[in-house]
């Protein structure tokens, strides 16, 4: 079964600097991977996704993620944070095998600091 | 286009009532349909999925349950509230049969038992 661990639970950094967020994931091949970002009492909204191909994927406001396969990672990231970034971001999992389930993680805070 | 709509948003119930908590999807058919609960620290927990009228499937053992009695029509409920089942659920959608895709969310319902 899949599974998937964000180490982070929370993060602060100021405006303006770049932020990295962390996902692991457990999964025996290529696994559908995803970010959300959950505003505060808000539903969940898709930043990307991931299935295949280009390793390097492109999202909303301005994220993009990197599928590591050697590392069974699917950072995300943004070059320059603002403050309207802050907010709680999941990072969740689906298998091919399992086309049912889709696994979230425990989620990482991140906070801005202007 | 689709939407999803879930109701109410905040409840306050007393220990021991019985609850029932729906949502409903539009301007789709068939689709995969998902409560998850989001409680602090613990991220967003899969409780039910279900591929198909009255076929649930339960990935946590717990106090509630989950019936979908339309094809678009997916309810939480439980038969006496506990208070560890204070938090926040959220409803999801996904095209059937298609892992690659993302899970579309409902804007939540706030619960609190007391």
């Known amino acids: 079964a899949q599974s998937v661990t964000q180490p982070d639970i929370h993060i602060t950094v100021s405006e303006g600097a770049s932020l990295e967020l962390r996902c692991n994931y457990s999964?025996?091949?290529?696994?559908?991977l995803f970010w959300y970002v959950q505003s505060p009492g808000q539903g969940l909204q898709l930043l990307l996704k991931?299935?295949?191909?280009?390793?390097l994927v492109q999202g909303i406001k301005g994220f993009e993620a990197e599928f590591k396969r050697s590392q069974s990672s699917f950072n995300l990231r943004k070059p320059s944070v603002h403050w309207s970034d802050a907010a709680e971001y999941f990072c969740a999992v689906g298998a091919p095998t399992d086309t049912d389930k889709l696994i979230f993680g425990t989620g990482t805070r991140l906070q801005v600091f202007p | 286009s689709q939407t999803i709509h879930q109701w109410p948003a905040t409840l306050v119930q007393p220990v021991g009532s019985p609850l029932s908590l729906e949502c409903t999807v539009e301007?789709?058919?068939?689709?995969?349909l998902y409560w998850y609960r989001q409680a602090a620290g613990r991220g967003l927990q899969l409780l039910f999925y279900s591929v198909g009228i009255g076929q649930i499937s339960s990935e946590v053992p717990q106090n509630l349950s989950a019936s979908r009695p339309q094809d678009r029509q997916f309810i939480l409920s439980s038969k006496k509230l506990l208070l560890s089942d204070s938090g926040f659920y959220l409803c999801?959608?996904?095209?059937?049969?298609?892992?690659?895709?993302?899970?579309?969310f409902g804007q939540g319902t706030r619960l609190t038992v007391v």
């Open positions: 999964y025996g091949a290529t696994p559908y």
């Open positions: 999801a959608w996904r095209y059937l049969g298609r892992g690659n895709t993302e899970a579309f």
């Open positions: 301007g789709t058919s068939n689709p995969n």
């Open positions: 991931y299935f295949s191909g280009d390793t």
